[in-house]
């Protein structure tokens, strides 16, 4: 923080704990004038903080602050207000290309005849690198090491940029690769709670806020920090201290009771909430957790359910601070005096909960008893479609004939694995993964599958002989305590040896299976099955051989390994047999509640903490080998890269944005149905050898063992927009039938990749749509789904319903989001991609204004319907009009030079 407001409202107030004075601003003095906000969401006196410290009379007004207390009494809002968070969190697939925005920012600023240097981070930036890890390496004691050598030379190149970006820019720190998963390193180290800057000579006291360039920042919302994932122009824009315009959301309050019974754990528990709130529709909404269950609810669980939020469709999932929330904060090793100030602020601003406080007014009230929850899966394809583990066999037999395409006649067809003794069938498990932050950061499903490997171990049982099993702690800390429990041996011992302290699995990052067990599976068009312990299972995402993912807790994970299929029921089947030969069943390597706590508590501690995050930027011997370019203010970009290269975005910017104007005679890129993902729309995993990216590669003198991934290339914009819906699962219904990202050039109707085509219309000067279904952008904060379909020449995308981060992101890109009026869809329209399309009245756009548009048919009929502008605030029309919001920052910054 760089400044503060002019305090219109008098809210300043000094705060003292143990001698040292802060400033603060202050909830109750504000209310004096706005009205009482005693029973207002915690998460919105947090909006409501940050309105008051920037308050300036113009970015940030006194009718913002009112316009937040004035949520109450009804709990919604039609008002939009400013928000600047304290901090930014990235990851290296998101961090890489937004560190090429900004060099590219840095030589368009030049190009304006402005200052370079005023392209700098004006608030904390963290990167933390753990996406680029693959598990190359697994079920060997070598893993480790081996897996971090490929990771080194597949991204030194890439590594090397960002250390250039650590000495170029300020208040921007690198967590270099093999620390851990940013969110968990986020929850056990970087995040606060309480955030203190020094302005003007004072020290000043406030909420711990952020944005994350990952979806899953979240996260943190579990220790009562506010924050949520955001695309990564958007993250550049708030970096570079644009306050982002956001409507006051409504705010799901979720009542939690009772206590989780025996068996079931903190996992069973979010995935039923992801159903429950999917259900309920909180896309855009704040979701704020209260009720008893708090008061023996670990912060390690809440940080589990929070982390979820966008697979349950909430901004955020959050948590207020409590006594357990700070006893989390010295078991992590915080500073005591932090701690006590936390505890005092928040006090003081009414935001700690406690059991005597009255609970908040919340627009929407759901309950949920905690013993009600039982042994869960999520599956095949996406999070919310929880089943209980007793029914999960008989779900996935209806799943493989209904939704996986699978003839009846040939559910039990089983084919030879070359070089093996076995044979491989539908709903065999080839991936068993204990992987993501998700459930890593939680020691207690940790523990609880180093148990059950424990007693499965003790009884003579292993992995069946096709499954690949891996273990990827989000943070050294896991290993320290299951050393210290013991329970690394027998993790070990049954395969699940570290492979890496990143998103491996979760992410895609599986790494390739035993070339004979793909054969015997694409060969024979087998449904292979995947059961792994993250938060995602969209089609293709996993592993390019497997169809059917399943999300698991820890525990199941490792006891699927041992069953090896979901076509048997793993709560009565035997999973194995002892060397006596008698069968063992699932319930007896159950570790008991009382097991897992107690291991938990004599092997957790604070030294832990203390020293691995001690040294936490020195990095591995490969990091600091590495070879770094001149701290220069502007990167020498190299024309042979094919990793980094200098993105478009700013050729030829002018000091002032062209006319905003009409969409004529576009055509449709893309029909697609619905819940298409950020994954399909820009995947972050394998690159084929014949994709339009792998033949670019190629191209390029890259091997096909050199590819990387998509996600690693997204620096490069060559390989990321050929890589634009090329995911192997996406299906464009302009071509029945065909899976992969295919489209039809019109009017001749040559069949080619999306990219060709879309290259095509572009040297022709065709416009560009993409029709959609629901919650179209769903997924992952891929701020690549939005640059990838802006580069391609789309002007606009018409869905049923967009999620929220993209419809944001496609905004900053500068492309127009529009949904269909309730009942009126593609498929209604009965539309088939042979149709052009002309949008009106769109140079004089204002938010949520009705679109005319125009679809002619092939045989010259027309129908004019009107479509809802999803641009929401005026900064977006600014947005927009500027061709999104780097131009606009950009433009800005020559300005006030």
Not at 199 to 213: C, E, F, K, Q, R
Not at 722 to 732: D, E, M, P, Y
Not at 849 to 861: A, H, L, Q
């Amino acid at each position: 923080m760089r400044a503060v407001g002019r305090d219109s409202l008098g809210a300043l107030r000094d705060l003292k704990v143990d001698g040292r004075r802060y400033r603060m601003f202050s909830l109750s003095e504000a209310s004096k004038r706005l009205g009482d906000v005693t029973r207002l969401p915690v998460s919105l006196k947090v909006l409501l903080e940050n309105v008051l410290r920037f308050e300036d009379g113009t970015s940030y007004r006194p009718e913002d602050a009112q316009a937040i207390v004035d949520w109450l009494p009804q709990g919604h809002s039609t008002q939009e207000v400013p928000f600047k968070p304290a901090r930014i969190l990235m990851q290296d697939f998101t961090g890489v290309p937004a560190v090429v925005d900004l060099a590219a920012m840095r030589d368009g600023i030049i190009d304006l005849g402005g200052d370079p240097e005023r392209v700098n981070p004006l608030v904390p930036v963290d990167l933390v690198i753990d996406h680029s890890v693959m598990v190359d390496v697994a079920g060997t004691k070598d893993a480790l090491e081996r897996n971090v050598e490929i990771e080194f030379e597949r991204n030194g190149e890439r590594y090397a940029f960002l250390r250039w970006g650590q000495g170029a820019f300020e208040n921007f720190r690198v967590v270099p690769p093999g620390a851990g998963i940013c969110h968990q390193v986020n929850l056990e180290y970087l995040a606060q709670a309480v955030w203190t800057a020094h302005v003007g000579g004072h020290d000043y006291a406030y909420p711990d806020t952020l944005y994350g360039t990952d979806s899953h920042t979240t996260m943190v919302n579990g220790m009562g920090v506010l924050g949520w994932g955001v695309g990564g122009i958007e993250a550049e824009a708030a970096m570079l201290g644009q306050p982002i315009a956001m409507l006051i959301p409504d705010v799901i309050g979720v009542r939690l009771e009772g206590k989780l019974p025996e068996g079931a754990t903190a996992t069973d528990l979010v995935l039923t909430i992801t159903q429950m709130l999917r259900a309920e529709g909180v896309v855009g909404k704040f979701v704020e957790f209260f009720g008893p269950a708090l008061d023996h609810l670990p912060v390690a669980d809440r940080a589990t359910i929070a982390n979820m939020a966008p697979e349950y469709g909430a901004t955020c999932g959050f948590f207020p601070v409590d006594q357990l929330t700070l006893n989390y904060l010295h078991q992590t090793g915080r500073d005591e005096h932090r701690i006590r100030l936390t505890e005092a602020y928040l006090r003081a601003q009414g935001m700690f909960r406690t059991a005597e406080a009255p609970e908040p007014v919340f627009s929407k009230v759901l309950s949920l008893d905690l013993s009600s929850i039982v042994p869960s899966l999520a599956g095949p394809k996406r999070p919310q479609d929880r089943v209980a583990l007793t029914d999960a066999t008989t779900a996935f037999e209806r799943a493989l004939t209904d939704g996986l395409g699978v003839k009846p006649e040939d559910k039990d067809k089983r084919a030879a694995v070359a070089g093996t003794d076995y044979q491989i069938g539908h709903g065999d498990v080839v991936i068993a993964a204990i992987t993501s932050c998700t459930n890593t950061s939680n020691p207690a499903v940790l523990v609880a599958a180093g148990l059950v490997a424990r007693k499965a171990r003790a009884l003579g049982l292993k992995p069946k002989p096709w499954v690949k099993t891996s273990l990827a702690p989000g943070s050294q800390v896991v290993t320290d305590y299951l050393d210290r429990a013991g329970l690394s041996a027998d993790l070990d011992a049954l395969g699940f040896e570290t492979v890496g302290y990143g998103c491996t699995t979760c992410i895609g990052n599986s790494g390739p299976l035993p070339q004979p067990l793909v054969d015997a599976i694409e060969g024979n068009s087998l449904v292979a099955t995947s059961v792994l312990s993250g938060n995602r299972n969209f089609e293709g995402r996993i592993s390019p051989n497997v169809r059917a993912n399943y999300l698991a807790s820890p525990p199941l994970v490792v006891a699927y390994a041992l069953l090896g299929t979901l076509r048997q029921d793993i709560t009565t089947a035997p999973l194995g047999q002892t060397p006596e030969g008698r069968d063992v069943f699932l319930r007896d390597i159950w570790p008991s509640n009382h097991e897992i706590a107690e291991l938990v508590g004599s092997s957790l501690t604070r030294e832990s903490f203390l020293e691995r995050y001690g040294n936490i930027t020195r990095g591995t011997k490969q990091w600091q080998a590495l070879a770094v370019a001149d701290e220069a203010r502007t990167f020498d970009w190299s024309p042979n890269s094919t990793y980094i290269q200098k993105p478009p975005y700013f050729d030829g910017l002018t000091k002032e944005p062209g006319e905003t104007g009409d969409i004529e005679n576009a055509r449709i890129l893309a029909l697609l149905g619905d819940n298409i993902t950020t994954d399909h729309i820009s995947p972050a995993g394998a690159i084929k050898p014949s994709s339009p990216a792998g033949e670019y590669l190629s191209e390029h003198q890259v091997a096909v063992k050199d590819f990387n991934s998509y996600g690693s290339r997204r620096g490069n914009d060559r390989v990321m927009v050929r890589g634009t819906f090329a995911n192997i699962r996406i299906r464009n219904e302009m071509l029945p039938g065909v899976e992969g990202g295919m489209s039809k050039h019109l009017p001749d109707g040559q069949v080619a990749s999306i990219y060709d085509v879309a290259h095509r219309y572009q040297e022709e000067g065709v416009p560009l749509v993409v029709i959609g279904g629901r919650e179209y952008g769903m997924g992952s904060s891929r701020d690549w789904a939005a640059k990838g379909t802006r580069l391609l020449g789309v002007k606009a995308v018409i869905a049923e319903s967009f999620e929220r981060i993209h419809r944001s992101n496609l905004v900053g890109m500068g492309v127009l989001p529009l949904t269909f009026p309730e009942g009126v869809n593609r498929q209604t329209l009965k539309l088939n991609g042979t149709e052009t399309i002309t949008l009106s009245g769109l140079e004089k756009i204002t938010p949520r204004m009705s679109v005319p548009v125009t679809i002619e048919r092939i045989n010259g009929d027309r129908e004019t319907l009107h479509l809802i502008c999803r641009i929401d605030t005026l900064d977006e029309v600014a947005y927009y009009r500027h061709g999104g919001i780097l131009p606009y920052v950009l433009r800005g910054m020559t300005k006030t030079d």
